[in-house]
């Protein structure tokens, strides 16, 4: 007698067109950011060519080039290998803290969940910009730097995603009977919190790695981000501001990266949410 496989959430995510279509613009710019990393790009993104200055695209340069001579397709990469180093690092650290703390917040209540929720609301009351922006000017402008005020701006997120699962679930009839059966608290954490709080995580890393890459492109646009004469897409799209109306190709491909990449990363958001909900799922 055979068996129905039972679908996983994988098998639901590949279900979504909108999925599929993120997770393939998403592997594009990190498969191009491995190119950057190992040193493969066509032409160094450092190297400078006054001759060669602001060539419209063509098979040697193939996004053209800058003011200085410089490879844009290069420099390209070169900077989405960077706010991807940085969005990585950021959500990672505010992942790992946030659900830390709003696991331990919604378990424990009290006095301890109080202050996990107003210092999480203090940082809610800053614009998300101007408190990356005062962060990395007291830090300093590099990517490490970068990367901590991004992720404290993103902590309080996670530490509200987690939490609220944490809330509902624990006042749960079955978890209160294992408590009563005796349970320690970390078996209870593992086994019946954890798992209801790892969907909507999941999904929120996902929105948070797009929403760090635009937030580090800010940084850098303004001036705060990674400093020249090294790549940073942010800074790219500054520098290029005033070239915009003769030499459109050094505005437009990083503006276009940027976008290719947030665009992806929100699809792939939106196809983790749709396979990782159960109502969704029974709906489609």
């Known amino acids: 007698m055979k068996t129905v496989r039972e679908k996983t959430w994988i098998n639901y995510y590949f279900k979504s067109t909108s999925g599929i279509v993120g997770l393939f613009l998403v592997s594009v710019m990190i498969t ?3 190119v950057s990393a190992f040193s493969l790009a066509p032409i160094d993104p450092l190297e400078q060519n ?8 063509n098979s040697t340069y193939w996004f053209g080039t800058d003011q200085f001579g410089r490879d844009i397709f290069s ?12 969005a990585i690092l950021s959500v990672s650290i505010a992942a790992l ?3 830390f703390l709003g696991v331990i917040g919604g378990l424990f209540g009290g006095w301890i969940d109080n202050i996990v929720v107003r210092s999480s609301d203090v940082i809610f009351a800053f614009p998300a910009i101007l408190l990356a ?3 990395v000017n007291s830090l300093g402008n590099s990517w490490i730097d970068t990367s901590i005020a991004i992720a404290i701006v993103y902590t309080p997120i996670f530490i509200r995603v987690a939490r609220g699962p944490v809330l509902t679930v624990k006042e749960m009839d079955y978890v209160k009977s294992v408590r009563v059966l005796g349970f320690s608290t970390p078996r209870i954490l593992i086994r019946h919190l954890m798992p209801n709080v790892f969907a909507p995580i999941v999904v929120q890393i996902a929105l948070s790695l797009s929403w760090a890459i635009l937030t580090e492109s800010g940084l850098s646009f303004l001036g705060l981000g990674t400093q020249p004469p090294d790549a940073s897409l942010g800074l790219m799209v500054s520098e290029a501001q005033p070239l915009a109306a003769f030499a459109w190709w050094a505005l437009a491909f990083p503006s276009i990266f940027i976008t290719v990449v947030v665009v992806g990363l929100n699809l792939v958001g939106d196809g983790l949410r749709d396979a990782l909900d159960p109502a969704r799922r029974s709906s489609g």
């Open 32 to 34: 191009l950011s491995i």
């Open 50 to 57: 006054p001759i060669s200055a602001l060539q419209g695209p």
């Open 75 to 86: 420099r390209s990469i070169d900077g989405m290998r960077r706010s991807l180093s940085v």
């Open 97 to 99: 803290v946030g659900v």
């Open 133 to 135: 922006l005062a962060i």
